[in-house]
């Protein structure tokens, strides 16, 4: 069974840290590994990596992957509270589905 | 239309209702899924439709759960005899459907309250 595992659940900063979220993955014909915020109820998408080593970037957020260790990070510099949200991290197969970890809460106090 | 779109955005209804939640998928989309949400959690699969046809249903938790795809593009999920167990935010999802690039695009969820 596919699985998905993120660290911390939880975490608080205040507002300029930065921070670093964590997914690990064990997914049968593992093709992709996808980012999203969640903000009250719609995951809004950030990123998606298929290659191994190549950073992805939008502004503060930046993500890469490690297929060697199975595993992705997501980075955000110089946190605003606007970017407190729960931030999933999903894995695609060779099939359709996407399977979530259970997310990190982040909260980012002014 | 520019996003996913999902109604009602809340639903309150009293166990052993039945209930529909729709979803209208962003235009030009082919693959469709729904997934469910508990508190807590991340979304997990129900189903995927490509098309018309429900691709794959196995997600589905049993037998008073079933979903639709009549045209290719509007879905309707339905649940029958609702159980206070199926209370969580429901989630559609749309994607061109293409094979092993999942990137999946949501709508703002229903959430159901079995009272």
């Known amino acids: 069974e596919d699985k998905v595992v993120q660290s911390p659940l939880s975490l608080v900063v205040h507002e300029g840290d930065t921070v670093t979220l964590n997914c690990s993955y064990e997914?049968?014909?593992?093709?992709?590994l996808l980012w999203y915020k969640q903000e009250k109820k719609a995951p809004t998408f950030l990123f998606m990596l298929?290659?191994?080593?190549i950073e992805k970037k939008s502004g503060r957020l930046s993500s890469i992957l490690d297929k060697k260790e199975l595993s992705s990070i997501l980075n955000i510099t110089a946190t605003q509270t606007g970017d407190s949200a729960i931030y999933l991290c999903?894995?695609?197969?060779?099939?359709?589905?996407?399977?979530f970890g259970k997310g990190t809460l982040l909260t980012v106090n002014p | 239309g520019a996003g996913v779109s999902q109604t009602p955005s809340n639903k309150v209804t009293e166990k052993g209702k039945y209930v529909e939640l729709r979803c209208d998928p962003i235009?030009?989309?082919?693959?469709l899924y729904w997934y469910r949400q508990s508190l807590g959690q991340g979304p997990e699969f129900l189903i995927y439709?490509?098309?018309?046809?429900?691709?794959?249903d196995s997600g589905l938790p049993n037998d008073r759960f079933f979903a639709v795809r009549p045209e290719g593009s509007v879905s309707t999920l339905k649940i029958q005899r609702t159980e206070r167990g199926d209370s969580a935010v429901y989630l559609c999802?749309?994607?061109?459907?293409?094979?092993?690039?999942?990137?999946?695009?949501f709508g703002p969820g229903t959430r159901l309250t079995v009272l």
């Open positions: 999903a894995c695609g197969g060779s099939n359709y589905k996407l399977t």
């Open positions: 999802a749309s994607s061109l459907g293409l094979a092993g690039l999942n990137e999946q695009f």
């Open positions: 439709f490509q098309g018309t046809g429900a691709a794959d």
């Open positions: 298929t290659s191994s080593g």
């Open positions: 997914v049968t014909n593992f093709r992709s």
């Open positions: 235009s030009g989309h082919t693959a």
